[in-house]
């Protein structure tokens, strides 16, 4: 038996304002159809069985999971009282189902990922899956298409074997987000992968190397694990969730660990990162727009034009810019200025006056 396990909650700081702290990314719908958490729920589901995929998300945000997912199974939802980062939110998700459910392989799943080519996706969480049962810490990358500056990559060597179509490959490093001149050359020399935050392993592999290479986050988890269960629960996780770090996976784990293997993934990814990115996935109009909403435009170019309030949007003469309406806030920036977008955010949550428009 295995199990899918889904971050659900995170920001997503980078599409504010239709993002915002009690609405994050994973909640909106950008294509009119499914909020990319129903849409990773409907996946996972599908792949584990609903009663065997689990939601690690902020405490806050309890209500709106279940508005959105009505059928999830509530046991199966692990509230965090803090977001800090995906390092401790996997610890936490391991902790929990090792406790409640054995050793049983895990699949973690970002909630904000725009996946297509599903049936191909499923087959090779089946087989990281497979990895994952012999202790492999295993993580899923991308074959790039582009040269992207906006995701982290993974160098890969050596073919370790051939999964019925589907490569296993040796991990030979993490690395961050490259600047436009090494993604070129990432992705002319073919040897890296997009890092997508998809991963495979057993709860008792990873806290492992979390032991290794963060004692005290270890042991931090290891006192909730005692807890669960117990009627302290709830006052000692909140009790050790404040004195964690804030960290990533990434760098916490997976940059230092030597036992990581790639499978790569030829399905349809995107993690959506920003409001320009909404360009590979929606249609333009003949003058290259991208418009949602009430907007009237004349004589306008290359816009990604986005209005969700009950109101015209009026736009004139404008060229490569991003305009997005919405009850909590307007937000107006060039197209080169997209990645941006999260450093405003943090302003405003560092403003007592400001902070509440976020909300």
């Known amino acids: 038996m295995s199990v899918g396990v889904i971050m659900a909650g995170g920001l997503g700081k980078r599409l504010w304002p239709e993002s915002r702290v009690n609405c994050p990314k994973q909640f909106i719908n950008l294509e009119n159809r499914e909020s990319f958490l129903q849409a990773a729920y409907r996946r996972a589901s599908d792949i584990f069985g609903a009663e065997n995929v689990f939601l690690v998300i902020r405490e806050d945000l309890k209500d709106a999971v279940v508005s959105q997912l009505p059928k999830v199974h509530l046991e199966n939802i692990i509230a965090e009282p803090q977001g800090k980062d995906t390092a401790p939110c996997i610890g936490f998700a391991s902790v929990w189902i090792k406790e409640k459910r054995g050793d049983e392989s895990m699949v973690v799943l970002p909630a904000d990922h725009l996946i297509k080519n599903e049936r191909r996706f499923a087959k090779i969480i089946l087989a990281a899956l497979e990895q994952a049962e012999k202790d492999f810490l295993v993580t899923i990358g991308i074959k790039p298409t582009r040269a992207e500056t906006e995701y982290g990559y993974l160098q890969v060597g050596e073919k370790l074997e051939d999964l019925n179509g589907i490569s296993l490959l040796k991990v030979e490093r993490f690395t961050e987000k490259p600047s436009h001149k090494k993604a070129k050359e990432f ?40 807890a669960l269960g117990t009627d302290k629960e709830k006052e000692i996780i909140k009790e050790v969730y404040a004195s964690f770090p804030k960290i990533s996976i990434d760098y916490g784990v997976m940059e230092k660990t030597s036992s990581v293997v790639a499978i790569a993934g030829d399905f349809f990814w995107d993690d959506i990162g920003n409001w320009k990115a909404l360009e590979r996935i929606l249609n333009r109009d003949e003058e290259g727009n991208i418009i949602r909403g009430l907007v009237e435009e004349m004589g306008s170019s290359d816009c990604i034009l986005i209005n969700r309030e009950n109101k015209i949007l009026g736009v004139i003469g404008l060229s490569h810019l991003i305009i997005v309406n919405t009850k909590n806030g307007v937000l107006v920036m060039g197209k080169e200025r997209a990645h941006k977008v999260k450093d405003l955010v943090n302003r405003l949550l560092g403003d007592d006056k400001l902070k509440d428009y976020l909300g």
């Open 187 to 226: 992705f002319e020399e073919g040897n890296f992968l997009w890092n997508a935050g998809i991963f495979a392993w057993k709860p008792t592999i990873i806290l492992n190397e979390m032991k290794i290479h963060l004692p005290g986050l270890y042991k931090g988890l290891m006192k909730i694990g005692k």
